[in-house]
């Protein structure tokens, strides 16, 4: 017989009446003053439950004292025992804790497989629903189920068409304004002020009349008046801004937290919490009536800006990182981080058309002519010029060399001059109609720039760089 404890033949054996086991009688006792437990069946043990096995009995000397060996032996038998003790309990531990730990790897295992379908079918769904379009002959009754992907509502459908009519008719016969800037003013450009803004880290510029707005990651904006020269304001839109639009008295911002803020005079009238995760640009119908504002959550959402309500959403199978309308407003580009462009219906949030660039798309903007639009990719050092009247290849119409990384775009309304903005400076790439070529009229060492708009008639551009200082480029003879 050995002890079910120590493995050892025990000197003093005893049975468990309920797992029928043999122990050394001292160890089983400590066991169970210890645990009051079985140690092989793990159920509640008494000492009543313990009984004794008959064998033949060895007279054992009287326990002596310390000084003798026979002493000594005794005091190493008991720490014996209670290591025996010791090591049982930290084998037991083990076992349990190698079980758990099986167990909590094996459901790690299956979350993380859940969380990977569910990912999967979400993307599927979305890309599904994206391309769900709404007919006008649909059944509109209240359970007919709503998607984010339907068309415009009939009325916002018919100023869209509306102003698609009235802009596409006059294109072609639209001179450029009298005292519109020329080239040879262009060339002249120099920076005439700047002024340190309270913009930590600027993410994007604006301008309104003789105003420019600059946004940055930490909330703040301000109100910059060309002609004083001057912070008129500042304001807090309490998240992060990463783009903005000046129209008439209301200033729109979408933030990294995924909002859409409406403000005028400095006070926040409205928001849109519609994304999921950062907003990361906006744009503005030619109409006025409609804004548009894009996400990292793969979708475009279109905003009615008279009764200030979501008006669609449509979702793609890529996050979005650039937008512009169409100057005739019934075409919306959108820019991807897979390296591609897309041209949507604004009616219906159909797609329209795909170009590519082969990396994320760092800036879009039309021509004002309707038929060229210009884009540039992160880390690109060139701006491709699009012709919509082709496809494929054929619609690469022309693509500058600008040497070095491109932050932004700007065309001018005449569509002459197309402003771009980097680390390294701006500069103006103007097209010369009648001899169809491309020239660069102006290269200013504006350090770090981040955003570049027009001012009035083109005769000055506005510059915020990456330390919050704004500066106001206009001609000499000025």
């Known amino acids: 017989m050995l002890c079910a404890l120590s493995g050892e033949a025990p000197q003093e054996p005893v049975v468990s009446k309920l797992s029928g086991s043999v122990f050394e009688k001292r160890l089983i006792e400590k066991y169970i003053e210890e645990n009051g437990k079985d140690p092989i069946s793990g159920e509640d043990l008494a000492l009543d439950d313990l009984f004794p096995i008959k064998s033949a009995r060895v007279v054992r000397p009287r326990p002596p004292t310390l000084t003798s060996i026979p002493a000594l032996l005794s005091t190493f ?30 459901q790690h295992d299956a979350a993380v497989r859940v969380i990977a379908r569910l990912t999967r079918e979400r993307d599927e769904a979305r890309d599904a629903l994206s391309r769900v379009s709404i007919s006008a002959g649909a059944p509109s009754n209240d359970d007919a189920m709503a998607v984010d992907s339907e068309g415009l509502s009939v009325e916002l459908a018919a100023k869209v068409d509306e102003t698609q009519a009235r802009l596409s008719k006059s294109r072609k016969k639209r001179p450029v304004p009298d005292g519109w800037a020329t080239p040879d003013d262009i060339a002249t450009f120099a920076v005439e002020i700047s002024n340190s803004l309270p913009i930590a880290k600027p993410t994007t510029l604006t301008s309104e009349g003789g105003y420019g707005a600059v946004g940055g990651l930490e909330g703040e904006v301000a109100i910059y008046s060309v002609e004083a020269d001057k912070l008129e304001r500042s304001f807090t839109v309490s998240e992060p801004v990463t783009d903005s639009i000046w129209e008439g008295s209301k200033i729109f911002f979408s933030t990294a937290k995924g909002s859409v803020k409406v403000f005028e005079n400095g006070n926040e009238i409205a928001s849109f919490t519609d994304h999921a995760g950062p907003a990361t640009g906006l744009a503005m119908h030619p109409s006025k009536a409609i804004l548009a504002s894009i996400g990292a959550d793969k979708s475009f959402v279109l905003y009615d800006l008279e009764n200030l309500q979501r008006a669609t959403r449509v979702y793609t199978n890529a996050a979005l990182t650039a937008c512009a309308f169409h100057p005739d407003g019934h075409l919306f580009a959108t820019g991807t981080d897979a390296g591609e462009i897309k041209l949507f219906m604004t009616n219906t949030g159909e797609e329209a058309a795909a170009f590519s660039l082969g990396a994320p798309i760092q800036a879009i903007v039309f021509s004002e002519n309707g038929f060229w ?6 880390g690109q050092t060139t ?16 693509v500058l060399d600008i040497g070095s990384a491109v932050q932004h775009l700007a065309w001018d309304y005449s569509q002459q001059f197309l402003a771009t903005a980097g680390p390294a400076g701006v500069t103006v790439q103007q097209y010369n109609k009648g001899s169809k070529s491309w020239s660069e009229p102006l290269r200013a060492a504006v350090s770090n720039a981040v955003d570049v708009a027009w001012g009035p008639n083109a005769e000055t551009l506005l510059v915020v760089n990456s330390e919050g200082v704004i500066s106001v480029l206009g001609s000499k003879e000025s």
Do not use: C, S
Request: cysteine-free.
């Open 373 to 378: 639009f210009a884009a540039t990719a992160k």
């Open 383 to 398: 701006v491709t010029i699009f012709d919509l009247r082709k496809q494929g290849d054929a619609a690469q119409a022309k």
């Open 77 to 106: 038998q008991n720490e014996w025992d209670a290591l025996a003790l010791e090591t049982y309990n930290l084998n037991e531990q083990l076992a349990r804790t190698r079980e758990e730990l099986a167990t909590a790897l094996y």
